[in-house]
Each structure stands twice: as C-alpha cells, then as structure tokens.
C-alpha cells in the first residue's frame, strides 16, 4: 500500500493543474488517469491550439443549478493570473474573436507547461490506470485499488471531466464516485455541440452544407448570442449554435435571426422603389448566400415573387421568417461531438471555496464533473483553473 497526501483522480486541465499546486506546497500528490496520454482535449481543443481562457470571463457565462457558486474561484484565480503563467512559460498567444485566446503555436505548449508546472511539485503520475474499487475507511483514509497497485489517501481529488468524447476517455466515473459518497448529480446532457434536423427540412438544408451565415439565435428562455451558424450534412452547427444548444431542451424551438444587421422592412421597400421587376430572391441575395435563399424558396419560407408582386402580408411574413425563423431541432449529436457536458456534482453538496464535499471529508470534486458549464470560448479551461487553483489552496491549507 503506497500513501500520498493527495490522490487526484483525471489528468486532464484542471486535475494537472491542482496536482501541480497541491505539489508545490510540498504535499506528496498521485495524479491517476485511464488513458495513455496527459492532456488528451487539451491537445484536441482550440483545433489545436488551445483556447486557453477568455479576456471577459464572468460568473454570467457559466450555466449551473446555482448561478453563485462558481463566482469565488473564478474571483480568486482569474484569466490573469492564467495569462501571467502562459507569460512565464514564454507561450505567445493572440487573441481571435470575442476575447478568447489561443496559443500561436500549439496545444502542446499547454499542456507542456502543466507538466513542467507538475515536475515543479514532484507530482507521480500513473497512466493507464483503472480504478478497480475505491472505499472510505472509517479512519478518514481512502483506499484505492489500482491495477497493479493500492494506494491509500487523506485527501481524494476527483478531476474526472464530464461524458463529452468518449474517445478521449470520458467516463462517468465522477458521477458514480459522487453517488457512492451519497451527493446527488444534476441530470446531465450533451453541450456545445451542434444540432441534427428532421428529415424533410434536412434534405434541403443538407445541399448547402458549409454554407455560414451571421445571426443571433435565441432559446426559448430569452438567452440570445450573435455569432455565426453553419449548414452541416447533419443538421446545424457553428459557433452561435453550439452556444445556443446549452440552453436548449428536446422539443424546443430556437429562433433564428438571418439578418441580424439589417432593417429588413426598409430593405425590400428601397429595393422595391428601385427595382420593381427584381425577383424577390435576386433580392435578398445581396443579404445572405443565394444557396441558402434559394433553400428558404424550396422550404416554401419565402415565395417566389418579383418585388412588385409582394403583397404587403407576404412581406409581413418573410421579415418573420429571416427575423425569427423558428427551427426545431430532432436532437443535437450528442456527446460524440460535444465539447462538454451540462450538469454534474450538485454543487449544493460542495463548499465554493475549498471544494470539499460538506458531509464527505477529504473528498474533493473540480473542473467539468461539477455542475458548472462555461460558454463557448475559454471559458471551460478557465473553469478548470480557477477551480483546480481554489482547490489547491485548501488542500494546502488542511
Ligand atoms: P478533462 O479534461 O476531460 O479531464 C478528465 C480526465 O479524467 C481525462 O484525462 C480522462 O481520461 C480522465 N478520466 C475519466 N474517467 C476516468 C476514470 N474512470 N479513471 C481514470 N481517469 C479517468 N474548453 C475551452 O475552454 N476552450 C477550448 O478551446 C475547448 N475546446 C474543446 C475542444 C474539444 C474537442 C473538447 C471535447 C472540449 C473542449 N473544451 C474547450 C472543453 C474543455 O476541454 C473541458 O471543459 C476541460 O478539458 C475540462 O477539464 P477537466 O480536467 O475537468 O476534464
């Protein structure tokens, strides 16, 4: 039986990053992961270069039961104090849209400065390692048994991510640990992922795959986002989409804005005046990809009218139809292309400072197996750091 003061359980971002503070305060850490690779989405993520944190990162930006509890760690280790390590690494980074910032070079750059940061703390590391059975004796000391190995612990770190890319060795093990120690889990589901469509909409849509568009796209509680949406062979993706599918539930609606920038009512009026005998289409094809105008004729969302024969009800109509087409997902594609997962560890069971479960002493739950989702855009690593940090702290404290 081998002992450490701290077992982490996922070498992923923020289970690294807790290892390699929690090994830095001179605690003797084992970080334990399934797969043969450290790191393996962070070197997947950003199309590999790593969108590492976010300039506006905000408690407003993160979906959870309780909207509160992410405010102090995100609070106490920021997107600076993020930015300042990547600088002490000499990682240079730009920032591409919207404040999220990506490595100039690669991923790896990311996940080498973890792995320097965990040799900093003489941090072991056992990869390709399953967690055959894990118990809490009645002294307070978890057991672990390991292939090959047991190990015994005061303080267990659980860092095993969420259910997104079982590919790279997401698995609900946080979930079960969480519900062996008795904490409930919020229901979970596929986020950041792009939505499929119905058959007959489908077909159309399918022939303008790779087509994007900027919109705004609002969910059926009022949440919005302007960015744009791209036209895939499976239904619709991009990056407003997969914002939106976070707030979206099976059976809803989301409204789609196709011409977000344009008073679209003054639009057909001045092209009318100036060229009556202009087919609708033609028209509109100055605002949006002709194919993509063309699908919304075939959908029968927009009639095939000169602008002279648009009646006013007919223009009534198509300002609804491209200001707020209702569309209504089949579904999304699940956790296959997801980048996260929603729900997680009820927070209501963890302390936001250290943690730590309330009633569970020395077990620990940070990073996405929580109930905490950012946006789009840095905001989930910045959710791995800043809990991972938090985390860290209290287990140096303890
Ligand atoms: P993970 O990084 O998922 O790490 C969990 C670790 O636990 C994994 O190494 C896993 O192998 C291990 N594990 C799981 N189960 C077990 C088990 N039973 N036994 C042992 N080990 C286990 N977020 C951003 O902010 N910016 C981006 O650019 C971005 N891009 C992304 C791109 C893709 C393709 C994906 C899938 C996600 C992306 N994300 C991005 C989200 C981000 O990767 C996650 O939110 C983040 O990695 C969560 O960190 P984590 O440490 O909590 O979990």
Same mark, same amino acid.
């Given at each position: 039986?081998?002992?450490?003061?701290?077992?982490?359980?996922?070498?992923?971002?923020?289970?690294?990053? &807790?290892?390699?503070?929690?090994?830095?305060?001179?605690?003797?850490?084992?970080?334990?992961?399934?797969?043969?690779?450290?790191?393996? !989405?962070?070197?997947?993520?950003?199309?590999?270069?790593?969108?590492?944190?976010?300039?506006?990162?905000?408690?407003?930006?993160?979906?959870?039961?309780?909207?509160?509890?992410?405010? %102090?760690?995100?609070?106490?280790?920021?997107?600076?104090?993020?930015?300042?390590?990547?600088?002490?690494?000499?990682?240079?980074?730009?920032?591409?849209?919207?404040?999220?910032?990506? &490595?100039?070079?690669?991923?790896?750059?990311?996940?080498?400065?973890?792995?320097?940061? &965990?040799?900093?703390? !003489?941090?072991?590391?056992?990869?390709? %390692?399953?967690?055959?059975?894990?118990?809490?004796?009645?002294?307070?000391?978890?057991?672990?048994?390991?292939?090959?190995?047991?190990?015994?612990?005061?303080?267990?770190?659980?860092?095993?991510?969420?259910?997104?890319?079982?590919?790279?060795?997401?698995?609900?093990?946080?979930?079960?640990?969480?519900?062996?120690?008795?904490?409930?889990?919020?229901?979970?589901?596929?986020?950041?992922?792009?939505?499929?469509?119905?058959?007959?909409?489908?077909?159309?849509?399918?022939?303008?795959?790779?087509?994007?568009?900027?919109?705004?796209?609002?969910?059926?509680?009022?949440?919005?986002? !302007?960015? %744009?949406?791209?036209?895939?062979?499976?239904?619709?993706?991009?990056?407003?989409?997969?914002?939106?599918?976070?707030?979206?539930?099976?059976?809803?609606?989301?409204?789609?804005?196709?011409?977000?920038?344009?008073?679209?009512?003054?639009?057909?009026?001045?092209?009318?005046?100036?060229?009556?005998?202009?087919?609708?289409?033609?028209?509109?094809?100055?605002?949006?990809?002709?194919?993509?105008?063309?699908?919304?004729?075939?959908? %029968?969302?927009?009639?095939?009218?000169?602008?002279?024969?648009?009646?006013?009800?007919?223009?009534?109509?198509?300002?609804?139809?491209?200001?707020?087409?209702?569309?209504?997902?089949?579904?999304?594609?699940?956790?296959?292309?997801?980048?996260?997962?929603?729900?997680?560890?009820?927070?209501?069971?963890?302390?936001?400072?250290?943690?730590?479960?309330?009633?569970?002493?020395?077990?620990?739950?940070?990073?996405?197996?929580?109930?905490?989702?950012?946006?789009?855009?840095?905001?989930?690593?910045?959710?791995?750091?800043?809990?991972?940090?938090?985390?860290?702290?209290?287990?140096?404290?303890?």
């Amino acid at each position: 039986m081998e002992k450490f003061d701290v077992v982490v359980i996922g070498a992923g971002a923020a289970g690294l990053f &807790c290892a390699a503070q929690a090994g830095q305060q001179g605690l003797k850490v084992l970080v334990v992961d399934n797969g043969k690779k450290v790191g393996r !989405k962070i070197l997947m993520s950003g199309g590999g270069r790593c969108n590492f944190t976010n300039l506006y990162i905000e408690p407003a930006a993160y979906i959870s039961a309780n909207p509160h509890f992410c405010k %102090s760690a995100l609070a106490r280790y920021t997107q600076w104090d993020f930015i300042d390590l990547v600088g002490k690494y000499n990682i240079n980074w730009h920032e591409k849209t919207l404040g999220q910032l990506f &490595c100039d070079d690669s991923a790896q750059q990311i996940v080498d400065l973890l792995m320097a940061e &965990c040799e900093l703390g !003489k941090v072991t590391l056992r990869l390709r %390692s399953e967690i055959l059975d894990l118990q809490r004796h009645e002294s307070g000391e978890y057991l672990l048994k390991l292939n090959g190995v047991n190990v015994s612990t005061r303080k267990l770190v659980v860092a095993s991510g969420g259910l997104s890319m079982p590919g790279l060795g997401a698995t609900p093990f946080g979930y079960k640990v969480a519900e062996q120690f008795g904490l409930s889990v919020k229901p979970v589901s596929a986020a950041l992922v792009p939505f499929t469509l119905h058959k007959p909409i489908l077909d159309t849509l399918q022939q303008i795959s790779g087509v994007a568009v900027p919109i705004t796209v609002d969910a059926a509680d009022g949440t919005r986002f !302007k960015e %744009s949406m791209l036209f895939t062979h499976r239904g619709l993706s991009g990056p407003a989409v997969l914002q939106i599918s976070s707030y979206w539930h099976p059976g809803q609606a989301v409204t789609i804005n196709l011409v977000p920038d344009t008073d679209i009512h003054s639009f057909i009026e001045a092209q009318r005046s100036e060229h009556p005998n202009l087919s609708l289409k033609n028209s509109l094809a100055c605002l949006l990809p002709k194919r993509l105008v063309d699908s919304l004729v075939e959908l %029968s969302l927009l009639p095939e009218v000169t602008l002279k024969q648009l009646n006013s009800r007919q223009q009534q109509q198509l300002v609804e139809q491209l200001t707020a087409w209702a569309v209504y997902p089949n579904g999304t594609e699940g956790y296959r292309t997801a980048e996260v997962t929603l729900g997680g560890v009820d927070t209501q069971h963890l302390s936001s400072q250290t943690f730590e479960a309330r009633d569970v002493p020395g077990l620990y739950f940070i990073g996405e197996v929580v109930d905490v989702t950012g946006w789009l855009g840095g905001y989930n690593f910045q959710w791995a750091w800043s809990s991972a940090w938090a985390c860290a702290q209290a287990l140096g404290n303890a």
